[in-house]
């Protein structure tokens, strides 16, 4: 089956492979090398020349379990944080600040504008107890690239702390964590790196994760300062998914051969191919251009086509396409180009659609 949906991703042979390698315990040295072997690739493919400067946290759980770690573990005592929000994950940062009645009221925009840098400098001078800002790089309920970089910027002028969901973003998109002075960034292994999903990291930056350790603790299994120890080496508190861990290992050893540069290219031509047959059979994209990210896109459905069938005549041929969410649901459907496949598989998938949808929508 072809994953047009993203993540969890269509992963390489090599990948599959790794996770058959032997069993071993994860308080044993065989699996701390692992772990270390994985923060190396990690620093090595998004923080390049700035690998002392960053810790990469490894925890066995979804994209949201390092979203919401870095969120609880980076708000001190009588602090807010502010989100962004332009979509489903906004919308779930900021639900997961509003649980602990942590956040002042959120930065909301149309799901399909952009953030406006100058609306946050306005806001974090209103607000002196706003000590984290949460946005979502890619915002994949419309594939909509925010500006990492702009919003960066106010922030770190206002001497503030980043937060950044970059899970759909990583490897996909590119974007200069350590140059923009990024303090934390939210990364899973089941997107853009092409691993499985079950895995996710944040990227901390080191003087940061240091005064992390007097705020307060808001979860248990998400405090993200339990995964390092007072020398700053990386634990294991809880018991890691070890399998795939070997499998994320391998996948950022892929992704490092290929080049994080390489990855986003092919995914940009990806997207390009799929847009610009899209637009020959009349299918009217949901984002302007200059918004669209390198790994999703959402359309219009076609004039009297209802998104079941749609999807359940292409999965039939063996092509699994993505809903809209939200308000959204029943009006648009995704096609993503994540994961390991090729541009004749893509073709094919494009053959079949039109075969579908009859060039005539
Ligand atoms: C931008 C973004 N953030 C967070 C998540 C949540 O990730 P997960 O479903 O792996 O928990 C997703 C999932 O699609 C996402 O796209």
Known sequence: MMLLNPGPVNV???VRQALTRPDI?????DFAELQQGIQAKLLKAFVPGAESEYAAILITGSGTAAVESALMSSIPHGKRALIINNGVYGERMSQMVGLHRLGVSELKHEWTERPDPERLRLALRQHPEV???GMVHHETTTGLLNPGKAIAEVVDGLNRVFILDAVSALAGESIDIAGSKIYMVAGTAGKCIQGFPGVSFVLVRKGFLERM???PKRSLYLHLTHYVDDQGRATVPFTPAVQLYYAFDEAL???LEEGVAKRIQRYKKMAQLIRERMAKIGIKPVLQPDRQSNSITAYY??????????????RAMGYVIYAGQGNLENKIFRIANMGAVTEAQFIAFLD???QIVGGHP
Request: hydrophobic share 30%.
């Open 12 to 14: 390489s042979e090599r």
């Open 25 to 29: 315990c994860h308080r044993e040295s």
């Open 131 to 133: 000590h984290a800002v």
């Open 213 to 215: 350790r007097a705020y």
């Open 253 to 255: 050893s892929e992704l």
């Open 301 to 314: 459905l076609p004039e009297g086509v209802a998104y079941p069938t749609l999807h359940d005549r292409l």
């Open 352 to 354: 079949a659609f039109e």
